[in-house]
């Protein structure tokens, strides 16, 4: 069983940078991938960033490649999401979750976090 808590979230202004944090806890040797998907009302989960925990393997889309960049902490557990040059369709809500099997795909990803809200005002 892995915990998934997600921190960082808030109100930004066009242009502008955030930081989310992911800890996770419990059977934490047990995880090949962690991921950020977010979700805006109305419209289905999307991943925008994947690494593999043992490695150097990163996953971006299109929409978010340039500007956001997912890093980890084994030390800590923690994955970080730094989102640079935010755009108001950047809003949503953010969740972290977290995956023990290949690949880094959106696909398969078993432990969720509750998620935090990042919007991005015009």
């Known amino acids: 069983q892995v915990q998934l808590v997600e921190s960082g979230g808030g109100l930004v202004q066009a242009g502008g940078s955030l930081r989310l944090s992911c800890a996770a806890s419990?059977?934490?040797?047990?995880?090949?991938?962690m991921g950020w998907f977010r979700q805006a009302p109305g419209k289905e989960r999307e991943l925008v960033a994947a690494i593999r925990w043992s490695g150097g393997s990163i996953l971006y889309p299109d929409s978010v490649k340039g500007r956001f960049t997912i890093s980890r902490d084994n030390a800590k557990n923690t994955v970080y999401l730094q989102m640079n040059s935010l755009k108001p369709e950047d809003t949503a809500v953010y969740y972290c979750?977290?995956?023990?099997?290949?690949?880094?795909?959106?696909?398969?990803?078993?432990?969720w976090g509750q998620g935090t809200q990042v919007t991005v005002s015009s």
């Open positions: 419990g059977r934490t040797f047990s995880i090949y991938a």
């Open positions: 979750a977290a995956k023990n099997r290949s690949p880094l795909a959106a696909d398969n990803y078993a432990y």
